[in-house]
């Protein structure tokens, strides 16, 4: 079992959908969670911090993590064709699991 | 403001033949890395840097080299390439640990081996 699952899609919604892109994991210890976005042929850019549980919002895009369930999510509001790219979980622990880790992203298309 | 470069963007080789793919970075960040991310496998680590004149195997360094001689540098080599080395490399750099801190990465270099 890996330690982040992140199902690959692809996902495609129509434009002005609300769309969850979501992460499960199985260590415990991590406490830092990122989403990042790479657009095609692109390198990946952050998009989302979240230190332990909890939600942040910025703008159209909300992070949640539920440490309980070992569960993150990300949710786009009012979703935009610009918003096509493959978004990537990231995650890590602290001292000796400090190790970053990635899902390996999923597809998402927004059709106009 | 360039960010992080990598040179070249794209390359075929020959099974054998030895290339190296330079990143720099203008960001005077500490930390410096090189993956590769492949279909299927997602971004794994090969090499890092937590400073000048230092380097550290991530989850992938069989088959390369790295150095970081200056801190605006971090340099990647193949000393014999193969076909499982085909795939795209991306340099990242960050201020402090990724773990903790914002990567921020190049825009890939595409690397053929036939």
């Known amino acids: 079992q890996k330690e982040v699952e992140q199902d690959p899609g692809p996902l495609s919604v129509p434009e002005g959908a609300i769309v969850s892109l979501n992460c499960t994991y199985s260590?415990?210890?991590?406490?830092?969670f990122m989403w990042y976005r790479q657009y095609s042929r692109k390198g990946p850019e952050l998009l989302m911090y979240?230190?332990s549980s909890g939600n942040k919002e910025d703008g159209r895009f909300t992070a949640q993590v539920d440490k309980s369930s070992k569960y993150i999510s990300l949710f786009i509001r009012d979703s935009q064709p610009s918003d096509s790219a493959t978004y990537l979980c990231?995650?890590?622990?602290?001292?000796?699991?400090?190790?970053?880790?990635w899902g390996l992203g999923t597809s998402l298309a927004v059709n106009p | 403001n360039a960010g992080v470069t990598q040179t070249p963007k794209f390359r075929v080789l020959k099974t054998g033949q030895s290339m190296t793919l330079l990143c720099a970075q203008d960001?005077?960040?500490?930390?410096m890395y090189w993956y590769r991310q492949d279909p299927g496998m997602g971004l794994r680590l090969i090499h890092y840097?937590?400073?000048?004149?230092?380097?550290a195997k991530g989850e992938v360094p069989d088959g390369y080299n790295v150095s970081r001689l200056k801190k605006q540098n971090f340099l990647l080599g193949l000393e014999s390439a193969a076909p499982s080395q085909t795939s795209v490399y991306f340099c990242?750099?960050?201020?402090?640990?990724?773990?903790?801190?914002?990567?921020?990465f190049g825009e890939g270099s595409r690397l053929t081996v036939l």
């Open positions: 260590n415990s210890a991590f406490q830092y």
């Open positions: 840097s937590v400073g000048e004149g230092t380097t």
């Open positions: 990231a995650m890590s622990g602290a001292g000796n699991n400090r190790k970053l880790i």
């Open positions: 990242a750099s960050s201020y402090q640990g990724g773990d903790t801190g914002e990567l921020f």
């Open positions: 979240t230190y």
């Open positions: 960001m005077n960040h500490e930390y």
